[in-house]
């Protein structure tokens, strides 16, 4: 009975070496991470009255995973709309700084904020009605991508974001 016993425990043995999870996903499909761009239009002004800053509630908290990129549009041309990524500096023609739009944030804002010289001698196209785009990247997405962060269609695209549904936010 003892040869039996061990004869059965070392078969039992070899045929659970054989087996293997396969947890291959050959669709590429990431089903727990969600990419989201949310837009800021237009209530987004930097005043003495504000202290030259702006806080952006999301419409539902993030990951502390996740990484936040804010771009705010610098323009038009060509009918193309022209986003930079914040902290966005501009300077004197002297080379020194003037002032910069940058920014800091949690799982549920950012707050936006201008730094610099004389910021209220700054034209008021560049301190009011501004439009501001929060980018949510997933925490696993940066750490292996090669998109260039600073190019907001490279990362769009990267993300699989569909313009269409950008979530225009109202506060």
Not at 65 to 75: C, T, V
Not at 132 to 137: L, P
């Amino acid at each position: 009975m003892k040869k039996i016993t061990i004869a059965l425990a070392f078969i039992g043995m070899i045929m659970l070496q054989g087996c293997t999870v396969n947890e291959d996903n050959t669709n590429n499909i990431d089903n727990d991470t969600i990419s989201e761009v949310w837009e800021y239009s237009n209530n987004v002004n930097f005043l003495f009255s504000n202290n030259y800053t702006s806080t952006l509630i999301f419409p539902h908290p993030t990951f502390n995973s996740d990484m936040i990129l804010l771009y705010r549009l610098d323009g038009v041309v060509n009918g193309q709309d022209i986003w930079k990524i914040m902290p966005q500096t501009f300077y004197f023609n002297d080379g020194t700084l003037d002032f910069r739009y940058d920014f800091d944030f949690t799982t549920t804002e950012a707050v936006v904020y201008l730094e610099g010289f004389d910021l209220e001698g700054i034209l008021l196209a560049f301190r009011t009605n501004q439009v501001i785009r929060v980018v949510v990247v997933p925490g696993f997405f940066g750490k292996n991508s090669k998109v260039n962060f600073n190019n907001y269609k490279a990362v769009v695209k990267a993300l699989k974001i569909d313009e269409s549904k950008i979530i225009k936010v109202q506060q």
